[in-house]
């Protein structure tokens, strides 16, 4: 996992507000950026998983907590390009 702070924002050195940058620097920011954000929703669907399962049938229901499940591993599930 990546320590270095994210800290691309547009316009970045190399593009305009208008554009998109694919400099190899910025796409391994938005990459490591993804890859940070991914794991803390992993980590975030586990934990509404495991609290959830506390919780009364009732609440359970009531909260939607197998709706919220699906979807956010749907969210997670999500494919990615897989051009190199
Ligand atoms: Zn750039």
Redesign the pocket.
């Known amino acids: 996992m990546s320590s270095q702070p994210f800290k ?1 924002g ?6 305009t507000a208008s554009e998109r ?3 190899p ?3 391994r ?1 938005w990459e490591a950026e993804v890859t940070r954000l991914r794991e803390a929703l992993t980590d975030a669907i586990e934990c509404v998983a495991s609290w959830g399962a506390y919780a009364d049938d009732y609440f359970k229901e009531k909260w939607g907590l197998e709706g919220d499940l699906v979807r956010l591993r749907a969210a997670l599930a999500v494919e990615e390009p897989d051009e190199q």
Not at 10 to 15: D, G, I, L, S
């Open positions: 691309t547009y316009p970045c050195e190399h593009a940058c694919y400099h620097d910025c796409v920011l």
